[in-house]
C-alpha cells in the first residue's frame, strides 16, 4: 500500500501540538530516565577505564618485620626468585627506606629524630605475571604465610574499593534508570492513548471508509518516537554537562587517578548515540502498543 | 452482490440482533431495510462491512466469504463499500472539501486523483459551492451530502445507509433519497436502514423486514406496511 509521506508527515506534526502538556510530560520524563541511565554508563565506562588504567600497575608490596631473622628474609627472597607466577622482584634496602622516609618527613624534623634508621621495616617489591587483581591478592596471601612477613599491601587495593564503590553506584543508577523508562513508557503509551482518544472519531471514519491499521497507526507511533527522541535529546545534553562538570572537578582538584573518568569525544558519542536510540526505540514501541491494543479493542 | 447464509449474532447479556438470517442482493438493487429500533436493521449492515463478525453462518460479499478474510484485507473490503449514518460522522476540523478527500487520502490515493474526484462528487452532490465551509456552517442535509460524498467518492460497489434520513425534515430527506436514486442508478448497490415509512411508501423498492433479530418479510416494490 502507498503511504503518502506528507500525510504521515502532517498527521504526526498535528498529533505532537495537539496536547502538549502531555506531550511535555512524556518528553521529560524520558528525559530524566535517559539521564540516569547515561549516568550509569558513564560510570561504567569510565570504571572500565580504570581497571585498564591500573591493569599494568599490579605490584604488591610484602613489608618485612624490622627484627626479622636472616634465614627468614633469605627464604622469603628465594621462594619469590623460585615463583612462576612473579615476573619481577626487588628488595628495598633499610637505607634506601630510611632515605625515602627523610625525604617524605623532611617538613616534620620531629618525626624524623623519633626514627632510627635500624628501626625502619624494609620491604619487597614484587611485580606478579597475572595482572588480575584477585590473583595477585591470592598470590600476596600466601606471602602473608611466610615467617617475618609483617604485611603484605597491593597497590591495586584501594583501586578495587574505588572501584567496588563505583559499580555499585552504576548499578542502583541502571535499576533507577530501569524504573524510570518503565515509567516513561507507561506515560508514552497514556500520551498516545489520550492523543488517540481525541481522535477517535477520525480514527472511526479511516477504518470505514478502508485505511489499513498501518496507516493509522504509523503517525502515533512516530510521534512517540519523536517525543521519545527529543526526551532522549535533552538527556544527551544533561550527560555531556554532567561530564564536563566531572572532568572540570578532576583537573581542578589534579585527581590523575580518577583521569578515566574523563571520557573521551568517541565514548561520548557512543553515549549520545543509544540514548537517543533507547529514546526511539522506547517512543516507537510503546506507542506502537497502545495504538494496537485501541486498533484490536 | 451480497449473500447471508443462515447469520446469526447475539450481542453479550442483549436480546440475540440476528437469527438465522438469509438473503440474497443482486448488483445494483436498491434495498430497505425495515424494521423497529432495536429489531437488527444496524447489526445487519454493521455485519456487512466487518465492523461486527457473526456467531454462526456465512456472508459473501461481491462473491467473497467476508468470514474467512484475513484481518489485512478488511481495508480492502471498506474500500468497496461506503458507509452513511444519521449522525453523519463529519470531522469538525476539516472543510467540506478536506472531509471528502480525506477519504482518499487515507487509502494512499495520490493527490492528483484527489484533486480531480473531490471537486466532481461535491458537484455530483450539489456541494461544489460549499467546497470550503465547515460542518458547522451546513445544515443538516448538507452535512448528510457531504457524508454521501466522502461514502461516494471511491466509487464503491456497495453502499450502506443507516438511517441517513433520521436527522432530517421531510423535504431535505427528499433530496437526500434522490441523491443515493442517482448513486443507486450509476450501479451501486445500495442497502438503506430506515424507519421512514412516507420514503418507502413512495419508492417502491424491494423490502426487508426485520422484527427481533428475524427476517419476516423480503418482499420486491415493497411498502412499509
Known sequence: ?297 | MIKLEDVTKEYPGQTIALRNADADIGKGEFVFLIGPSGSGKSTFLRLLNKQEAPDSGRIFVAGKDIGKMSKRDVPKLRRNIGAVFQDYKLLQNKTVNENVSFALEVIGRPRHVISTQVPAILELVGLADMAHKYPHQLSGGEQQRVSIARAFVNRPLILLADEPTGNLDPQTAIGIMRLLDRINKTGTTVLMATHDRGIVDQMRRRVIELADGHIVRDQSRGVYV
Open chain 1, 1 to 297: 500500500m502507498a503511504f503518502r509521506a506528507d500525510y504521515i508527515a502532517k498527521e504526526t506534526g498535528q498529533n505532537l501540538v495537539r496536547n502538549p502538556s502531555l506531550g511535555i510530560a512524556t518528553v521529560l520524563t524520558v528525559a530524566v530516565s535517559l539521564t540516569l541511565l547515561g549516568a550509569a554508563m558513564l560510570v561504567r565506562v569510565g570504571v572500565a577505564g580504570l581497571n585498564d588504567r591500573f591493569r599494568d600497575d599490579v605490584e604488591f608490596i610484602i613489608w618485612v618485620d624490622p627484627d626479622v631473622a636472616p634465614e627468614h628474609l633469605a627464604l622469603i627472597e628465594d621462594t619469590l626468585s623460585a615463583s612462576a607466577s612473579i615476573s619481577d622482584s626487588r628488595y628495598v634496602t633499610r637505607e634506601e627506606v630510611f632515605a625515602e622516609f627523610q625525604q617524605y618527613y623532611k617538613e616534620t624534623p620531629t618525626v624524623l629524630e623519633l626514627v632510627k634508621p635500624d628501626e625502619v621495616p624494609t620491604y619487597f617489591e614484587v611485580v606478579p605475571i597475572e595482572p588480575d587483581l584477585a590473583v595477585v591478592q591470592a598470590l600476596g596471601a600466601e606471602y602473608r604465610q611466610l615467617p617475618g612477613v609483617f604485611k603484605v599491601q597491593y597497590a591495586a587495593e584501594y583501586i578495587k574499593k574505588l572501584n567496588d564503590f563505583t559499580r555499585l553506584a552504576s548499578r542502583v543508577m541502571m535499576i533507577a534508570a530501569v524504573f524510570s523508562a518503565g515509567a516513561s513508557t507507561m506515560l508514552m503509551y497514556n500520551t498516545i492513548r489520550t492523543a488517540m482518544f481525541a481522535r477517535r472519531r477520525e480514527i472511526e471514519v479511516m477504518r470505514l471508509v478502508g485505511a489499513t491499521s498501518w496507516f493509522i497507526r504509523l503517525p502515533f507511533m512516530l510521534e512517540g518516537m519523536i517525543q521519545g527522541a527529543i526526551g532522549a535529546g535533552f538527556s544527551v545534553v544533561a550527560v555531556l554537562l554532567l561530564n564536563r562538570g566531572i572532568s572540570k572537578q578532576l583537573n581542578q582538584n589534579d585527581l590523575k587517578l580518577l583521569a578515566s573518568f574523563d571520557l573521551s569525544q568517541s565514548d561520548l558519542l557512543a553515549i549520545s548515540g543509544w540514548l537517543v536510540l533507547s529514546g526511539a526505540v522506547i517512543g516507537f514501541l510503546s506507542s506502537g502498543i497502545a495504538v494496537t491494543r485501541y486498533l484490536d479493542a
